[in-house]
């Protein structure tokens, strides 16, 4: 069994900062890849960051320049730091990640989600 934990959502101004991590744990081979993605109601999920095993990174355009996303292999922990929030950052936050419990055993993995919202 594998578990993602995420902390870090809370309320914020908008021009405010936020970090927000996701710690994978139990029956880990290898993770492939790790994300971050975010949802509103009545919105599909969409994709807010990812990063691979070998570094690569990508962004959605929305958030490019605000957002970094990084990985900390030791800990199977991606962190999501969001600077400049703005009131359409305001979603449940969800982190995604692709992982083998085995050699051969591979699939992805959703945490339980956490509330941010940018407002005055």
């Known amino acids: 069994q594998v578990q993602l934990v995420e902390s870090g959502g809370g309320l914020r101004q908008p021009g405010g900062s936020l970090t927000l991590s996701c710690a994978a744990s139990g029956t880990i081979f290898r993770i492939i890849g790790m994300a971050w993605y975010r949802q509103t109601p009545g919105k599909e999920r969409e994709l807010v960051a990812s990063?691979?095993?070998?570094?690569?990174?990508d962004y959605a355009e929305s958030v490019k320049g605000r957002f970094t996303i990084s990985r900390e292999n030791a800990m199977n922990t991606v962190y999501l730091q969001m600077n400049n929030l703005r009131p359409e950052d305001t979603a449940v936050y969800y982190c995604?990640?692709?992982?083998?419990?085995?050699?051969?055993?591979?699939?992805?993995?959703w945490g339980q989600g956490t509330q941010v919202t940018v407002s005055s």
């Open positions: 995604n990640a692709h992982i083998y419990t085995s050699a051969y055993n591979f699939d992805a993995y």
């Open positions: 990063i691979n095993s070998g570094g690569g990174i």
